[in-house]
C-alpha cells in the first residue's frame, strides 16, 4: 500500500513537471508587459482558449511519448487505464482544436515575424530587420521623413511624408512602398509640405498634418481628399488616432494639444451647428509640442503629450482635463506608453530614455529612473507586440534593443545614413517575410495580384462630386489575421451592389415585374384620367363658343 501511495505521488509530480515546461513566471517588480515569459517565444495577441493553453503547457508530453511511457512505468495498475484515458482525451482536444480554433503553431520559426523599420531625415534608404534574429532584410529607397511621418498602413505597405527643401517649389509629397519592391511605387504630390502622417488600423483613411496648421483625411483607395480644416495657428507636429478611431488628436507648434471627433468632422450638419470643430484644446504647454500618445479605452483613455518646454502632460478625455505635469531634466522629444499604462518611457535630447509614472502626481528630476547609452538625442520609441522590448532610435544612427525586465541591452543595429527619426515595430505574415528577405527584384508570387492605392489628391474635388461620398467608422479590430486585401471604394461597393440587383434572383426578376405592371397600371389610369378631363375641357369650349355665337346672332338681330 506505502509502495503504490509512492509510486503514485512520484507519477503525479513527474506528470506536472512535464506539464508546467511550457511557462516560465517572469517577474512581477517592474514595468515589463507581461507576468509570463514564454520559452518558446510566442507573444500572444488575445486571449487564448483553455484548450490552446492546456495543449501548450503540455507541449514536451505531445512532442515525446518517453515521458508518457515512463509515467506509466510508476503508477500502480488500478490507475494506468484512467492515465492511458486522460492520453487519449488530450490527443482529442489536440484535433479538435486544429480544426477549429485559428491556425497556432508551437514552432518560433512558422510564426508571424516582428519587423523592425528605421527612417531618417537625409535621403537615405528605409531600413528593415528581423527583430528576433537581427537579420537584415529588403531596403526601400528615396526617403527623408520628418519625425511622426513613416507609417505602416494596415500592415499592406509603407507610406511617408517627404520634407525636401527646395527654392523653387513649396509643395509636398507622400510616398508609398510595396513590401515586395525597393523602389517607390506611389508619389503624391500634394498642395503644401506634410510632416505628421497617421493613418486608422484597418488602412482606409490617411490623416497628415500641413505646415500652414491644415489637416487633411484622405481616402486611400480612391486617393480622394475627404476633409481639409484648419486645426493650429501653426505647423501640426503630431497625429494620432485613439484605439477606437473616433477621435484624432493633434499637437502643433503652437503648443497646442487639440482632440477632434471624426464624427463632427464628417457632419456637415453638425459642423454648421458646432461653435468649434474640437472636442477639447489643451493650451498648458507654453513650447511646441513634440509628441502624443493615447491609452486605451477610446473615450475613457488618457493623453500624454510631450513638449520643448521639458514637461509632460497627462491628460483625462473624459473629463477633458490635466491630470499630471511632470518636469524633466532635458527636452522630450518622443514618449511610449508601457504596456499596463502604469508608466510610460520618454526619450530626451541629452540621450537618455526616462522611466516615469502615470498615476504619481508629480515626479522630481532625482526620482526619474533612465536608460543611458545613447550618445546623442533619443528621437523615437516603439514597443515589441509583447511588451518585453523597448526599440530606441536615435540621431547617433543607432537603434538600440532594450530588455525592459533587465533594463540591458540585447541588440544594436545601425541604420543606414544619417540620424534615426522614425521606428516602427509591425507583425507580418511569413509569406511578406520572405519577400522583403530577398534581395532584389520583384518577389510577387506567381497568382498573387495587389491592387496598389492611387496617389493622393491635392485639392478637394467640388461639392457635387462628393455629394455621395459616404465615410464609414469602424471600431479597431485586434484580430491577428494577416489579410492580403485589396482596397474597395464605398463608391465601388454601391456599384457593386447595384450590379446586383440589376442582375437578380429570379425572385427579385418577378418583384420587379409586379413593379412594373403597377407602374404601367398607374400610368394607364392617369391617361384616362386626362382624356375624361380633356373631353370635358373640349365639351366646355365647344358649349362656351356656341352659346357666344347664338348671343352675338341675337344681339345683331335687334340692331
Not at 103 to 121: C, D, G, K, Q, R
Not at 233 to 258: H, K, M, P, W
Not at 393 to 399: C, K
Not at 449 to 465: G, I, N, R, W
Request: hydrophobic residues 35%; neutral net charge; proline residues 4%.
Amino acid at each position: 500500500m506505502k509502495f503504490e501511495l509512492f509510486s503514485t505521488l512520484t507519477a503525479l509530480s513527474l506528470l506536472f513537471s512535464v506539464q508546467v515546461q511550457g511557462l516560465a513566471p517572469g517577474p512581477g517588480q517592474e514595468e515589463i508587459g507581461l507576468d509570463l515569459q514564454w520559452n518558446f517565444e510566442i507573444e500572444p495577441q488575445k486571449k487564448r482558449p483553455k484548450e490552446q493553453v492546456f495543449l501548450e503547457n503540455s507541449n514536451d508530453y505531445n512532442n515525446n511519448n518517453s515521458n508518457s511511457q515512463i509515467v506509466c512505468s510508476v503508477i500502480a495498475p488500478q490507475h494506468k487505464q484512467r492515465f492511458r484515458k486522460g492520453d487519449r482525451l488530450r490527443q482529442e482536444i489536440l484535433q479538435k482544436f486544429q480544426a477549429t480554433q485559428w491556425p497556432v503553431s508551437l514552432n518560433p520559426a512558422m510564426e508571424a515575424a516582428e519587423i523592425l523599420i528605421a527612417s531618417s531625415p537625409a535621403d537615405a534608404d528605409i531600413s528593415c530587420w528581423n527583430l528576433c534574429s537581427g537579420e537584415k532584410l529588403r531596403r526601400f529607397h528615396s526617403c527623408s521623413s520628418p519625425p511622426h511621418g513613416l507609417v505602416n498602413v494596415a500592415g499592406r505597405f509603407l507610406a511617408s511624408s517627404q520634407l525636401r527643401k527646395s527654392k523653387h517649389s513649396s509643395s509636398g509629397s507622400i510616398l508609398y512602398w510595396s513590401w515586395n519592391k525597393p523602389h517607390v511605387e506611389a508619389r503624391s504630390i500634394l498642395a503644401e509640405p506634410i510632416a505628421p502622417l497617421v493613418s486608422n488600423s484597418e488602412g482606409t483613411y490617411i490623416a497628415g498634418g500641413g505646415l500652414s496648421g491644415d489637416i487633411y483625411i484622405w481616402e486611400i483607395a480612391t486617393g480622394k481628399l475627404l476633409k481639409k480644416w484648419h486645426a493650429h495657428y501653426r505647423a501640426v507636429t503630431c497625429l494620432v488616432f485613439n484605439d477606437d478611431q473616433s477621435l484624432l488628436i493633434s499637437g502643433a507648434e503652437d503648443g497646442c494639444v487639440r482632440v477632434w471627433s471624426l464624427f463632427l468632422i464628417f457632419d456637415d450638419v453638425r459642423r454648421e451647428e458646432a461653435r468649434s470643430l474640437y472636442e477639447y484644446s489643451f493650451h498648458e504647454h507654453s513650447l511646441k509640442v513634440t509628441d502624443i500618445k493615447t491609452g486605451h479605452g477610446g473615450c475613457n483613455a488618457i493623453i500624454v503629450s510631450a513638449s520643448e518646454d521639458r514637461t509632460c502632460k497627462v491628460w483625462s478625455l473624459y473629463e477633458g482635463k490635466l491630470l499630471t505635469d511632470i518636469v524633466f531634466p532635458s527636452i522630450i522629444d518622443t514618449i511610449v506608453l508601457g504596456p499596463r499604462e502604469t508608466v510610460f518611457y520618454a526619450g530626451g535630447r541629452d540621450g537618455k530614455i526616462y522611466i516615469a509614472g502615470l498615476n504619481s502626481p508629480g515626479t522630481p528630476n532625482n526620482s526619474l529612473v533612465s536608460l543611458t547609452e545613447h550618445s546623442k538625442a533619443v528621437t523615437c520609441l516603439a514597443f515589441s507586440a509583447d511588451g518585453l522590448l523597448l526599440v530606441s532610435g536615435s540621431e547617433d544612427g543607432l537603434i538600440r534593443v532594450w530588455d525592459t525586465r533587465t533594463r540591458n541591452i540585447v541588440r544594436v543595429f545601425r541604420h543606414t545614413k544619417g540620424a534615426v527619426n522614425n521606428v516602427l515595430i509591425t507583425r507580418q505574415s511569413q509569406s511578406v517575410f520572405s519577400q522583403m528577405s530577398k534581395k532584389s527584384g520583384d518577389t510577387t508570387p506567381k497568382g498573387h495580384s495587389f491592387l496598389f492605392p492611387p496617389p493622393l489628391q491635392k485639392y478637394a474635388s467640388t461639392a457635387e462630386e462628393n455629394a455621395h461620398v459616404d465615410v464609414y467608422l469602424s471600431p479597431h479590430d485586434n484580430s491577428d489575421k494577416f489579410l492580403d486585401l485589396s482596397y474597395i471604394s464605398v463608391q465601388t461597393m454601391e456599384n457593386q451592389i447595384k450590379e446586383l440587383e440589376r442582375q437578380g434572383s429570379s425572385v427579385a426578376s418577378e418583384v420587379e415585374l409586379e413593379r412594373l405592371k403597377s407602374e404601367q397600371e398607374r400610368s394607364a389610369q392617369m391617361i384616362q384620367h386626362w382624356e375624361r378631363m380633356y373631353k370635358k375641357l373640349h365639351q366646355f369650349c365647344v358649349e362656351e363658343i356656341w352659346d357666344g355665337s347664338l348671343t352675338e346672332g341675337a344681339r345683331s338681330r335687334e340692331l
